[in-house]
T-cell receptor, first 112, second 114 residues
Framework: GESVGLHLPTLSVQEGDNSIINCAYS??????FIWYKQESGKGPQFIID?????DKRQGQRVTVLLNKTVKHLSLQIAATQPGDSAVYFC???????????FGKGTMLLVSP | NAGVTQTPKFQVLKTGQSMTLQCAQD?????MYWYRQDPGMGLRLIYY???????DKGEVPNGYNVSRLNKREFSLRLESAAPSQTSVYFC?????????????FGPGTRLTVL
């Protein structure tokens, strides 16, 4: 399997539970945030994004919450499935900049 | 569309050897990036190219060089590989300058330097 998961915070849930993955971002000026999912042996895949003028955004089974006061992002996954098992990264940037700054990631393990 | 492709998928080098990692995207994106990923470290930016004809250093550029060959291709070169460069390397691309900066990633190159 992929070694990227070593030393990462891990969240273990049962299938059907709701999962909440947290991220503390570093730059108070950041105004755009993305959540990525990385399955074992693959590259990161976009899940959902949010701009700083919003505090909540919903997708299919996923919701991102943004708290700018404490520089905190969370990703909520409803009715978690075994296929959701992966490492989840948050990333931040300033609009107009090319580069993203990634967090260290959280491993989500979903058991049937 | 293939998206972002990387070659090779796996590579083993001896210390001091050189190699070039290739990356191509077919999404007509302006910006391309090279990252390395180490256990517990997340993704760290090595170099990026905001547009064709420009390249800039990222967080960890030492020991690497890049070439933006054309709009589609962005290569990463290790001139003299070191064990500290053992990592998984990801290339990404994005459409800069049009609002949100979602990056699309390739499948990665797993490099071991002995």
């Amino acid at each position: 399997g992929e070694s990227v998961g070593l030393h990462l915070p891990t969240l273990s849930v049962q299938e059907g539970d709701n999962s909440i993955i947290n991220c503390a971002y570093s730059n108070s000026a950041s105004d755009y945030f993305i959540w990525y999912k990385q399955e074992s042996g693959k590259g990161p895949q976009f899940i959902i994004d949010i701009r700083s003028n919003m505090d909540k955004r919903q997708g299919q089974r996923v919701t991102v919450l943004l708290n700018k006061t404490v520089k905190h992002l969370s990703l909520q996954i409803a009715a978690t499935q075994p296929g959701d098992s992966a490492v989840y990264f948050c990333a931040e940037t300033l609009s107009g900049y090319s580069t993203l700054t990634f967090g260290k990631g959280t491993m989500l393990l979903v058991s049937p | 569309n293939a998206g972002v492709t990387q070659t090779p998928k796996f590579q083993v080098l001896k210390t001091g050897q050189s190699m070039t990692l290739q990356c191509a995207q077919d999404m007509n994106h302006n910006s391309m990036y090279w990252y390395r990923q180490d256990p517990g470290m997340g993704l760290r930016l090595i170099y990026y190219s905001a547009s064709e004809g420009t390249t800039d250093k990222g967080e960890v550029p030492n020991g690497y060089n890049v070439s933006r060959l054309n709009k589609r291709e962005f290569s990463l070169r290790l001139e003299s590989a070191a064990p500290s460069q053992t990592s998984v390397y990801f290339c990404a691309s994005s459409e800069r300058g049009q609002g949100p900066n979602e990056q699309f990633f390739g499948p990665g190159t797993r490099l071991t330097v002995l």
